[in-house]
Nanobody
């Protein structure tokens, strides 16, 4: 059973930056890794995923967020820049037992393993 644990959330003013981390209990190249978020009153949405050498982003965060991973420490990261109040949400990391090319972006059901989430609050 793969376990994921997010950290790094917090409160920041609009225009600020945060870096989220996700510790993964297994060898991460074996998985498609992703970040999702769920804002107040909203559905959970995919914001980025990463394979060995490719990454994909939702249009809402493209150019502002950067997903990366460190295979040696089994850690997934999300660097968030130019934060906006609408980025306020609970952020979750997730892992799928498959290559990212076989998991549709945004397919929540395709990701079997989830962390507990870390809250990000952006004030105007």
């Amino acid at each position: 059973q793969v376990q994921l644990a997010e950290s790094g959330g917090g409160s920041v003013q609009a225009g600020g930056s945060l870096r989220l981390s996700c510790a993964v209990s297994d060898y991460i190249p074996a998985y498609c890794l992703a970040w999702f978020r769920q804002g107040p009153g909203k559905e959970r949405e995919a914001i980025a995923n990463i394979a060995t050498d490719t990454s994909r982003y939702a249009d809402s965060v493209k150019g502002r967020f950067d997903i990366s991973k460190d295979d040696t420490t089994s850690t997934l990261y999300l660097k968030m820049n130019s934060l906006k109040p609408e980025d306020t949400a609970m952020y979750y990391c997730a892992a799928a037992d498959d290559l990212c090319s076989y998991v549709a972006f945004g397919d929540i059901g395709g990701f079997r393993y989830w962390g507990q989430g870390t809250q990000v609050t952006v004030s105007s």
